[in-house]
């Protein structure tokens, strides 16, 4: 039974591998070409001799990917969730050349940085025209403007995938890619490794209930951790005593509201916290004994998230949406157009998904209320919903319109 099925797997599959590889090859060397003329443009790729390109497609680099690093404790699932990633994120993703052209981005970083290199170290006199070929590729070589612009991609590219692996209420994801062939010309492996970090969790007593909370922090290039420190009076507190530096904390409530209010991946709206934090002027709104710290998504103001000086540490109780009670502008949205909290969860208008879902910008009377009551900003965010973690569908804006038809408002906009 064994023979038969090994001569039946000499007899077949072997001609079929052999078939796979010349196709391999063949595509390999189409996109050489491609690169070739989007690079320095057409008439050089077939200055390159048959021998030369056979050598290059032997010795290229293997498929970029993505592995838990062996220091760390990365779960296999959040490694394939990785690798996903990385494949959606380079799917139709172009780098613009200074020459006008563009290349789709997985192309350069395989069989582009593999003939950049090659140009690169590959002696004039190897073969005819070399040096020809390196005076003319060589405004892409390393540490060039274009190069550098590579780079940058590259590390844009891994940033958002991190980010997007990333949850304060878990850990905090960092890679290492310093060993990818962007960044190491002579390296045999195309590898990206991840680490995390678990997040720095405890507890705190606040008027005799008990508060589960996370030290606001996130893990830099070198791997360490960065806390958030602020002195209170830059969020408006007095305080009797020195006015230091404060550690941050955010209750796991305050990350469950954010996550329901404004429902995108958890990675990028943590990492917003953060820094918001970091800043050095922090735009707030002081209210008695709490401080609304605002919160910005795209450079648009979304909604507050609400701290209170407790002891020796500032903590984050919850995030308001911009509509929500509480907020200047959900103030001013109750005054304006009689809208109360119950009105404004029925109408679903105070989380980010829904409010997005109603396309307010399109009609000039709900979008004039919303921009007098200060909520313009919101208006700005539908470009949000691919990131929403829910799909949610379109609703109607005239069932506000007729909602809100008996309102003072809109009486006196007749």
């Avoid at 002195?231 to 005593?241: C, D, E, I, N, T």
């Avoid at 009551?373 to 929403?388: A, N, V």
């Avoid at 949610?392 to 009486?411: E, G, H, W």
């Amino acid at each position: 039974m064994s023979k038969q099925k090994k001569k039946k797997g000499n007899g077949s599959s072997n001609p079929d591998a052999a078939k796979q590889a010349l196709m391999h090859q063949k595509r390999f060397i189409e996109r050489m070409e491609l690169l070739c003329n989007a690079l320095v443009g057409p008439g050089y790729f077939e200055k390159f001799p048959e021998r030369i390109l056979a050598h290059m497609y032997a010795t290229r680099y293997p498929a970029l990917k993505i592995k838990a690093s062996p220091d760390s404790d990365v779960s296999k699932s959040t490694v394939i969730k990785a690798n996903k990633l990385l494949s959606a994120f380079l799917e139709d993703q172009y780098i613009n050349l200074n020459n006008g052209e563009r290349v789709l981005f997985s192309m350069l970083l395989s069989e582009g940085l593999l003939l950049i290199h090659f140009l690169h170290v590959v002696p004039a006199n190897y073969f005819p025209h070399a040096a020809l070929l390196k005076e003319e590729f060589k405004d892409y070589f390393p540490d060039t403007e274009a190069y550098l612009s590579i780079q940058e991609m590259m590390g844009t590219l891994v940033q958002d995938i991190i980010v997007f692996l990333s949850d304060l209420n878990k850990s905090i994801i960092k890679a290492d890619y310093g060993e990818t062939a962007c960044f190491e010309i002579t390296s045999n492996y195309n590898d990206i490794y991840l680490y995390e970090f678990k997040t720095n969790k405890t507890s705190m007593l606040i008027n005799g209930e008990n508060h589960s909370m996370i030290r606001l922090g996130w893990v830099d290039e070198e791997l360490n951790w960065i806390f958030a420190k602020v002195k209170p009076s830059a969020l408006g507190f007095r305080v009797a005593g020195l006015d230091v530096p404060l550690d941050v904390y955010i209750q796991t409530h305050a990350l469950k509201r954010l996550q329901e209010r404004i429902n995108i991946t958890p990675g990028i709206m943590h990492s917003i916290v953060f820094m918001t934090f970091m800043n050095p002027e922090i735009k707030h709104h002081k209210d008695y004994d709490r401080s609304l710290i605002e919160f910005y998504l795209s450079d648009k103001k979304a909604g507050y998230l609400q701290v209170e000086l407790h002891g020796d540490r500032l903590v984050i109780h919850t995030f308001l949406f911009l509509t929500n009670n509480g907020t200047p502008e959900g103030i001013k949205l109750e005054k304006l157009a009689g809208l109360q909290k119950a009105d404004k969860i029925y109408l679903e208008i105070d989380k980010l998904s829904t409010f997005n879902s109603y396309h307010i910008e399109k009609n000039e009377q709900l979008k004039d209320l919303f921009i007098k009551t200060g909520c313009g900003s919101l208006l700005e965010l539908g470009h949000l919903q691919e990131f929403t973690v829910n799909e949610v569908k379109d609703k109607d804006p005239d069932s506000i319109l007729k909602y809100l038809a008996d309102s003072k408002y809109f009486r006196s906009a007749e």
